[in-house]
């Protein structure tokens, strides 16, 4: 028999992060853990990809109320509201700002079924319409604690939900593994480029864009007069994962306003650096993605076909040492968040591999990148099955057996 209960009923402990950032390990500090906070939670999962490094005090000091285990949820209560993540195996993280950990109490739901059951359309809903604020959307401590839950079935049949949902994502997990090593070997060929080009001279970004080799912008400052349907996504500093978009996509430009957005729409090729607040994340822009256009946090770089360098060859230099060098000083600048600007950007010196080196560089790494490719075109169908299945598996509208064939049919 189902029956509705609070979250509190289903969770041995409920507990608010430090409400404060974690500060970051310094340079030659032995690390403790990671600093994980509301953009490195999405879609059931933890990514630790750009998070940053804490040391052992400030581990410690963020671990005080509880320290995150396997098989622990966290949950975002602000900016935004509602997403959630489990807690792998071997992950060592502390809080940072906005977002909850919850245990499961595995006397009364199997843990990985409370990640889906908080990820499903009626939770959601729930935690969406109960989030208020003047300026940020956000929720109280005792919202969540107090979160109904809609319906829960037995354990055994959580069990078999959970399963049937997990191995989409375990899945998912794997190919975000091998994108992570490809992604690891390229940048590896890229260092080896810029040893090999380290005699030459460096040229800065301006030079480039002096030379016609490089077009770079910042994105349109829209207004919010501006914003409606049918028109062109914004894309964001959340939306932009290590070397990919990862869309969410929730504010549009009204197409009345596409002659106004210029360059600052996507065109294939591209490679996009986020530029304030989180510093740092870079992505191409591969075939297939819809078009959108880029908020003012992000700049776009676009090469033509006779540039000394490629767009993958530049992705990597964003990830790379000699950039990091130079951002890092000049990204803190300011009293206020983290802030690279466009004259910032031209002063950078990037070193220019010869054409030789170039060509090499591109004849190992564009077949890794077109396999990449293709592991997030399996990633999204994957995640885009689950989120179908999802709502119905939850509400009992299809049995287990009817979603594992379903699953069959379509991997």
């Given at each position: 028999m189902r029956q509705q209960l609070l979250l509190a009923d289903l969770c041995s402990l409920i507990v608010d992060c430090k409400n404060r950032t974690p500060p970051r390990a310094q340079e030659g500090e032995k690390a403790a853990g990671y600093a994980i906070g509301t953009p490195h939670v999405a879609d059931g999962r933890i990514n630790l990809t750009n998070a940053y490094q804490v040391n052992r005090e400030v581990f410690e000091t963020w671990t005080a109320r509880a320290t995150p285990q396997p098989e622990d949820i966290v949950l975002t209560r602000e900016a935004p509201v509602g997403r959630v993540g489990a807690v792998e195996e071997g992950m060592k993280v502390c809080l940072g700002q906005r977002t909850m950990l919850l245990r499961p109490n595995t006397d009364r739901v199997f843990p990985r079924f409370l990640q889906y059951l908080l990820l499903g359309s009626d939770v959601q809903r729930t935690l969406h319409s109960r989030a208020s604020g003047s300026t940020v959307a956000h929720l109280r401590v005792d919202?969540?604690?107090?979160?109904?839950?809609?319906?829960?079935?037995?354990?055994?049949?959580?069990?078999?939900?959970a399963e049937v949902l997990g191995a989409l994502d375990d899945k998912v997990a794997a190919n975000e593994r091998q994108l992570n090593t490809l992604n690891?070997?390229?940048?590896?060929?890229?260092?080896?480029?810029?040893?090999?080009?380290?005699?030459?001279?460096p040229h800065t970004l301006a030079e480039l864009v002096k030379r016609g080799y490089v077009t770079l912008g910042d994105g349109y400052r829209t207004?919010?007069?501006?914003?409606?349907?049918?028109?062109?996504?914004?894309?964001?500093?959340?939306?932009?994962?290590?070397?990919a978009i990862i869309p969410s996509f929730t504010h549009f430009v009204s197409n009345s306003y596409r002659s106004a957005m210029g360059p600052k729409v996507s065109q294939r090729g591209d490679v996009i650096l986020t530029t304030k607040g989180t510093v740092g994340r870079v992505a191409i822009i591969e075939a297939g993605q819809p078009e959108f256009v880029y908020s003012p946090q992000v700049c776009y770089f676009r090469l033509t076909n006779?540039?000394?360098?490629?767009?993958?060859?530049?992705?990597?230099?964003?990830?790379?040492?000699?950039?990091?060098?130079?951002?890092?000083?000049?990204?803190?600048?300011t009293d206020m968040a983290d802030y690279l600007s466009l004259r910032d950007i031209r002063s950078l010196k990037i070193t220019v591999p010869s054409p030789t080196d170039l060509a090499e560089f591109n004849r190992v790494c564009n077949p890794m990148q077109e396999q990449s490719e293709v592991l997030r075109r399996e990633n999204r169908t994957l995640t885009t099955l689950r989120d179908t299945l999802l709502p119905e598996l939850l509400t009992g509208k299809i049995r287990v057996k009817d979603a594992e064939r379903i699953m069959e049919d379509a991997t």
């Open positions: 919202q969540v604690r107090n979160l109904p839950i809609p319906m829960v079935p037995s354990l055994r049949e959580q069990r078999s939900i690891e070997y390229c940048s590896a060929w890229h260092e080896r480029s810029i040893i090999h080009a380290i005699a030459g001279t207004k919010q007069a501006e914003h409606g349907e049918p028109g062109l996504p914004i894309l964001r500093v959340s939306d932009v994962g290590r070397g006779n540039s000394p360098v490629s767009p993958l060859y530049l992705l990597h230099w964003f990830q790379g040492k000699e950039f990091w060098r130079q951002a890092g000083r000049l990204k803190g600048q």
